[in-house]
């Protein structure tokens, strides 16, 4: 499993972002796969299927889907549904979320749907509104509203 | 058969020298073959299709930047046909992408025929390898491989769509691989003015695609290479393993 874990700097256009990805994706042009990045002043419209990473900042409407690990900044707002291997959200998610592996809600997220993950971590202040499943176990916990 | 088109930049006296010595190596190395040289009455694409019709094998752009990716154009639609190039003068960006060094030691590198299968884009019926750039205007749209549309929020966003990313305008920096046959759209929104004066940039946006249709409220400006080649609407796609580039071993190209 990826572990978003190591922070590197990269410039492109004279600008710089983050990639939190490990180091081990980063390190080899051969094995990298093909990531897309929606800044913060770019809206997305429609049916999204990935094949790489993706770092959300912006804007989205309809659905989000990779095999790969999704970055949900948090100034982003997705009004779709969700679907990664890993997934950070630290934003605003409109729509269901199925995570195939761990799903982090930090404080300044706030998620309005149905999640399905295997393994959630949630800090305090995170909003959630919806059914959530963890694990393999079938047991489902209602979370009404929790604040 | 080898076929070798001068482009006008060989014509210049003080290359004269270097002219001589790469026709002398070709021979020594038994890939001498056709010679075309351009002049304002002839055109490149006419040459190059009427040399592939006569069994030319390949095609050597002998000349500078702009000579190659000309040349490229014209070759790509004969995926049997390798494309060479031999630099004229030092610090060419394609030189330096393809491994290629200027002059007769160039000619060494064809005759080992060291070879990449590159992907190209293609917009109507020009080829690139580097990039398209689309004149900017708020009201430009791009849908990505039928399935999503992007629009930029911020008006007057330059939009790109790199095969491996403009090379020859904005110089060689991050290069996308030439061979995983996707395209990039990139989106750069403009600078802002920070509380201290000091330009904030946002980061751009990359959009891995295989087929983009831009659109617009106007008719937009489609460029390579700073070269005008189509007006929006326009749809630009991917060819994976378009063309077959002779290299060298120190080339940058992945």
């Known amino acids: 499993m990826t572990v978003l874990s190591d922070l590197v700097v990269s410039g492109i256009d ?134 | 058969m080898f076929f070798y088109l001068y482009d006008k930049v060989t014509q210049d006296k003080k290359l004269e020298g270097v002219l001589t010595q790469v026709e002398h190596r070709l021979i020594d190395l038994g890939i001498n073959g056709r010679v075309e040289k351009m002049s304002v009455f002839k055109n490149m694409r006419e040459l190059i299709e009427d040399a592939i019709k006569r069994d030319a094998h390949t095609v050597v752009a002998v000349g500078n930047d702009a000579t190659f990716s000309k040349a490229l154009s014209a070759v790509a639609p004969y995926p049997a046909v390798s494309l060479g190039f031999i630099p004229m003068t030092d610090g060419t960006v394609f030189g330096r992408l393809l491994g290629i060094p200027s002059g007769p030691a160039a000619c060494d590198l064809l005759s080992k025929r060291l070879m990449v299968q590159a992907d190209l884009g293609r917009i109507q019926k020009t080829f690139f390898i580097t990039s398209a750039e689309i004149s900017t205007h708020s009201s430009v749209s791009v849908q990505c491989d039928g399935l999503y549309s992007i629009s930029a929020l911020k008006p007057e966003t330059p939009i790109r769509i790199d095969n491996i990313g403009p090379v020859l305008t904005q110089g060689i920096g991050r290069l996308a691989r030439a061979d995983d046959g996707l395209l990039e759209v990139v989106l750069t929104p403009p600078s802002g003015q920070g509380r201290f004066s000091r330009k904030v940039g946002e980061a751009p946006s990359v959009f891995p695609v295989m087929r983009a249709k831009i659109t617009a409220n106007e008719s937009l400006s489609v460029s390579v290479d700073g070269e005008v080649v189509a007006k929006t609407p326009c749809e630009v796609e991917i060819i994976p393993k378009a063309v077959k580039l002779i290299v060298g071993k120190d080339r940058l190209l992945r």
Do not use: W
Not at chain 1, 17 to 44: C, H, L, W
Not at chain 1, 90 to 97: E, I, T
């Open chain 1, 14 to 147: 004279n600008h710089y972002y983050f990639y939190m990805f490990s180091r081990d994706e980063q390190a080899s042009p051969a094995n990298r796969q093909a990531e897309t990045i929606i800044g913060p002043s770019i809206k997305v419209e429609g049916n999204f299927v990935g094949q790489g990473n993706i770092i959300v900042d912006g804007a989205v409407v309809g659905t989000l889907k990779t095999s790969e690990d999704i970055r949900v900044g948090e100034g982003a707002s997705i009004e779709a549904d969700v679907e990664g291997r890993n997934v950070h959200v630290a934003g605003k998610v409109k729509g269901n979320l199925k995570v195939n592996g761990k799903l982090e809600l930090t404080g300044s997220s706030s998620i309005s749907g149905d999640v399905d993950t295997e393994v959630l971590t949630m800090e305090a202040g995170a909003k959630f509104e919806g059914h959530l499943m963890v694990g393999k176990s079938t047991s489902k916990t209602d979370v009404v509203k929790e604040k």
